[in-house]
Nanobody, 124 residues
């Protein structure tokens, strides 16, 4: 098993930046492909970005391309999400998730472990 804890959320103005972190403990972090998801009130959980086990392959939802960058440091058991040029529509609870295997999926049900989430609020 792996335990995940997100941090770094907060309140920011439109155009601002935040860096989210997802700290993992338990089994070897490099055993897992990872994903960032988000969920706004009244909406379904949405895939934001997936990152392969090695970190060499990433895929982003179209709405964040060019603004968000995901990375991972397997030596530190941590994944990051750098969010720039934030917009009010980015407001959501952001979750990190892990699945055993080398590749990520966009479907939440493919993931085995989830963090508790960190709130990102972007004011207009």
């Amino acid at each position: 098993q792996v335990q995940l804890v997100e941090s770094g959320g907060g309140l920011v103005q439109t155009g601002g930046s935040l860096r989210l972190s997802c700290a993992a403990s338990g089994r070897t972090f490099s055993s897992y492909a990872m994903g960032w998801f988000r969920q706004a009130p009244g909406k379904e959980r949405e895939f934001v970005v997936g990152i392969s086990r090695s970190g060499g392959i990433t895929s982003y939802v179209d709405s964040v391309k060019g603004r968000f960058t995901a990375s991972r440091d397997n030596a530190k058991n941590t994944m990051y999400l750098q969010m720039n040029s934030l917009k009010p529509e980015d407001t959501a609870l952001y979750y990190c998730a892990a699945r055993e295997g080398s590749l990520y999926y966009t479907a939440p049900e493919k993931y085995d472990y989830w963090g508790q989430g960190t709130q990102v609020t972007v004011s207009s």
